[in-house]
């Protein structure tokens, strides 16, 4: 089994973020042509094209996953505990194993020179460094990640980003999962959380030394309760001022899908379309950068899959 640390539960806080929207401008163009709506800035697009997968390496997923699982024990604490030191708060994460099945790593680019992903490096470089521009232009540091409907394109691409950015070593990460009935980060590393005990559980652990991942699961049908709740918000603010990461990749919920990601846009600075090029049409994705434009600018679309 794969010990996890645990977060400890939710604690009230009252503060408030307050952030004005923006809207886009660019366009990415792969046989589809997609458009970023106007007068946004900053733009990062287009950025470029990923593929699922660089080698097909075999269909290991279900072996892989059928391996250790992120266990964890929680309660909620009456008080809030001390602040750690940074170092010691990052050193208190319990580390991931990097997926060995290349049915996860097809996924997955970068990694350790052991058991590197699979997937295509150099587009998710490319855009770490032109959203990493952009966002320090503007003073951001919070960038979420959505898709329009539900599939693989944003967690994947959440992920990635991450790890691109980690490969830099004077950075901390840190890589929120708010997609918290599905927690499709930790899937994609072969981990799962139980079943919540209470209104949520969460998990904080280390894929690399810089990048921490922090991830969630609420009972069924709660997740966009549990994303509009201050309770919830503010917990997260808590764990990310413990690690004080310079970067904050969030993976949110698909944006045309109910509204479990509008509710998750309001924790970050700036939202990315990952566009999968096997699904999405130009309209679904028109659609999407409407909506998130009414309380977040949009940086960007970025294609995955693109090859098809």
Request: one cysteine or more; charged letters at 20%.
């Amino acid at each position: 089994m794969i010990p996890v640390a645990t977060d400890g539960g939710i604690v009230d806080s009252t503060a408030k973020d307050d952030r004005s929207a923006e809207s886009p401008s660019g366009r990415v163009s792969h046989g589809v042509p997609f458009r970023a709506a106007s007068n946004t800035r900053p733009a990062v697009v287009p950025v470029g094209a990923a593929s699922r997968g660089a080698e097909d390496g075999g269909d290991e997923a279900a072996s892989a996953r059928s391996g250790p699982e992120a266990r964890i024990t929680t309660s909620l604490p009456a008080l809030t505990p001390p602040r750690q030191p940074i170092e010691e708060a990052w050193a208190a994460l319990s580390p991931i194993p990097w997926p060995h099945g290349a049915g996860l790593r097809r996924r997955l680019a970068g990694g350790p020179s052991t058991h590197p992903g699979l997937a295509a490096v150099h587009p998710y470089d490319v855009l770490r460094t032109r959203a990493l521009q952009a966002m320090t232009d503007v003073g951001w540091s919070r960038i979420g990640i959505t898709q329009s409907s539900p599939g693989p394109a944003s967690a994947a691409t959440a992920l990635n980003l991450a790890l691109a950015a980690a490969r830099r070593p004077d950075q901390r990460v840190a890589l929120v999962d708010l997609d918290i009935e599905h927690q499709a980060v930790l899937d994609l590393v072969g981990q799962t959380l139980p079943a919540p005990d209470g209104p949520t559980r969460g998990c904080k652990a280390r894929l690399r030394p810089n990048l921490a991942v922090i991830s969630f699961v609420a009972p069924a049908g709660a997740g966009s309760e549990t994303l509009l709740s201050s309770q919830f918000k503010n917990h997260v603010g808590d764990l990310l001022d413990d690690l004080e990461p310079d970067l904050v990749v969030v993976h949110v919920p698909p944006i045309l899908v109910g509204d479990a990601g509008i509710a998750a846009i309001e924790l970050v600075d700036t939202v990315l379309i990952a566009v999968d090029g096997t699904q999405d049409t130009a309209a679904t994705v028109r659609g999407a950068e409407r909506l998130i434009a009414t309380r977040r600018p949009v940086l960007g679309v970025f294609l995955y899959d693109a090859e098809g």
